[in-house]
């Protein structure tokens, strides 16, 4: 089976610019979450959504947003991209809601400059 | 504020040796409690987790160790290998499946 994929790997972007980063869970995974990576850091909570319902959300500005669809995929959106943006986006998938085994994926790289 | 922390930044062994990873804690309230791995240019793999009214939780060559008194959490690697070389976070998770991370302890294993 496959595990949790993300879209894309890398990714450059300039200032002010917006992205759009994408996630699939693991088959039958209704949970996904969002997390944040700076180097050097550990993962930082952005959202997590759970049959399609935003369920928790982090201390991240509103130019972050994220959706999930009725297949459970998930799009994080980042709105006039700062260079304190540039991280590891990771997304994490679990069956529910409550799980606490979340598998991650391998995340997306995205740099601003 | 509420917060998950690591004593040491690094920790250097030799292949075979014991390894233990430390955690401090401040939330009480948390449920679980769980360890990632996360090798170079992956994300994080999981562990073994430990919920609360626990106090010990063995895995494969792994045991996780939960002293609520002194609000501390370890790591225990057995007989640690090349391929346990990576850097190893403590999370605790409140619920919701939200897991507030540490900032990592850098784990290098030497042949």
């Known amino acids: 089976d496959a595990g949790v994929t993300q879209s894309p790997t890398h990714l450059i972007k300039t200032r002010g610019q917006h992205v759009t980063l994408r996630c699939s869970p693991i088959?039958?995974?209704?949970?996904v979450s969002w997390y944040q990576q700076v180097l050097g850091q550990g993962p930082q909570f952005i959202f997590q959504?759970?049959?399609?319902?935003?369920?928790g959300r982090g201390n991240f500005p509103d130019r972050f947003s994220a959706r999930q669809f009725p297949n459970y995929s998930s799009e994080l959106n980042v709105n006039a991209l700062l260079l304190g943006d540039s991280a590891l986006y990771l997304c994490?998938?679990?069956?529910?809601?409550?799980?606490?085994?979340?598998?991650f994926g391998q995340g997306t790289r995205l740099t601003v400059v | 504020g509420e917060s998950v922390g690591l004593h040491l930044p690094t920790l250097s062994v030799q292949e075979g040796d014991n390894s233990i990873i430390n955690c401090a804690y401040s939330?009480?309230?948390?449920?679980?409690f769980i360890w990632y791995k996360q090798e170079s240019g992956k994300g994080p793999q999981f562990i073994i987790d430990?919920?609360?009214?626990?106090d010990k939780r063995q895995g494969q060559r792994v045991t996780v160790l939960l002293n609520k008194t002194v609000k501390h959490l370890s790591l225990q690697i057995a007989a640690t290998q090349p391929g346990d070389s990576a850097v190893y976070f403590c999370?605790?998770?409140?619920?919701?499946?939200?897991?507030?991370f540490g900032k990592g302890t850098m784990l290098l294993v030497s042949p």
């Open positions: 994490a998938s679990s069956y529910l809601q409550g799980n606490t085994e979340a598998f």
């Open positions: 088959s039958g995974h209704k949970s």
């Open positions: 959504y759970y049959e399609k319902e935003e369920r």
């Open positions: 939330n009480s309230a948390s449920d679980y």
């Open positions: 430990i919920r609360s009214n626990m």
């Open positions: 999370a605790e998770n409140k619920g919701y499946s939200t897991l507030t």
